[in-house]
C-alpha cells in the first residue's frame, strides 16, 4: 500500500514535469515565431518604404524631364516663319528695339 502510493506520488510528479516542460517548450516556439513574424514585417515595411522612396524619385524625375522638354518643345520654325510675310522676319517689333 505505502510502495502503491510512492508510486503514484512519483508517478504525479513525472506527469506535472512533463507538462511544465511541454508547456515551456510551446511558450519558447510561440516566442520565437512571434519573432520571426516580427522581423519578417519590419523587413518587409522597410522593402516597401524603399521601394516608394525611389518610386518618388524617379516619378519627381520624369515629371522634370517632361517639364524641361516642354520647355524646349518650342523649337524655331524658320520656313514657317519666312513663309509668313506678318513675321517678325519681315516686320520686326519695334519695342524689342530690333527695327
Not at 516663319?81 to 517678325?88: R, T
Amino acid at each position: 500500500d505505502d510502495i502503491k502510493r510512492l508510486q503514484n506520488e512519483r508517478l504525479n510528479l513525472l506527469q506535472s514535469a512533463l507538462v511544465e516542460r511541454e508547456k515551456e517548450s510551446e511558450d519558447s516556439h510561440a516566442r520565437r515565431i512571434e519573432d520571426i513574424r516580427l522581423k519578417k514585417t519590419e523587413d518587409k515595411e522597410k522593402a516597401i518604404a524603399k521601394i516608394q522612396r525611389k518610386r518618388i524619385k524617379v516619378l519627381r524625375k520624369m515629371f522634370k524631364a517632361r517639364k524641361n522638354l516642354d520647355n524646349k518643345g518650342a523649337k524655331r520654325d524658320i520656313i514657317q516663319e519666312y513663309s509668313n510675310f506678318g513675321s517678325i522676319v519681315y516686320a520686326p517689333i519695334t519695342r524689342d528695339g530690333l527695327s
